[in-house]
């Protein structure tokens, strides 16, 4: 199982980004997928995260400006970004929840590469 981030990069205060995350691999069922993210000398922390029946948590942080959306096979994660600002310089992580088929119908976490958003004038 893969998770492939794309869609990061350079955006000034105030404007928008869209990042992707693809999952690919012998996925038998995702139980969850979102965000994190990690900014420079700080820890991991939640973005949003969707669960299989359609609840999404968001942080405080972002609620208002980031959405978060899948397609309908659920192998492709967005998050929606807009009125960014410098505090959400970080790179951002992908993550998912996944039982993977033919073993004994576990979930187990993955994760994807980071892609650096960068807010900067």
């Known amino acids: 199982v893969q998770l492939q981030a794309s869609g990061g990069g350079l955006v000034q205060p105030g404007g928008s980004l869209r990042l992707s995350c693809a999952a690919s691999g012998n996925i038998f069922r995702i139980n969850t997928m979102g965000w994190y993210r990690q900014a420079p000398g700080k820890q991991r922390e939640l973005v949003a995260l969707e669960t299989r029946d359609g609840s999404i948590n968001y942080a405080d942080s972002v609620k208002g400006r980031f959405t978060i959306a899948r397609d309908g096979a659920w192998n492709t994660q967005y998050l929606q970004m807009n009125s960014l600002q410098p505090e959400d310089t970080a790179a951002y992580y992908c993550?998912?929840?996944?039982?993977?088929?033919?073993?004994?119908?576990?979930?187990?976490?993955?994760w994807g590469q980071g892609t650096l958003v960068t807010v900067s004038s």
């Open positions: 993550y998912a929840e996944i039982v993977v088929g033919g073993g004994k119908l576990i979930g187990v976490n993955y």
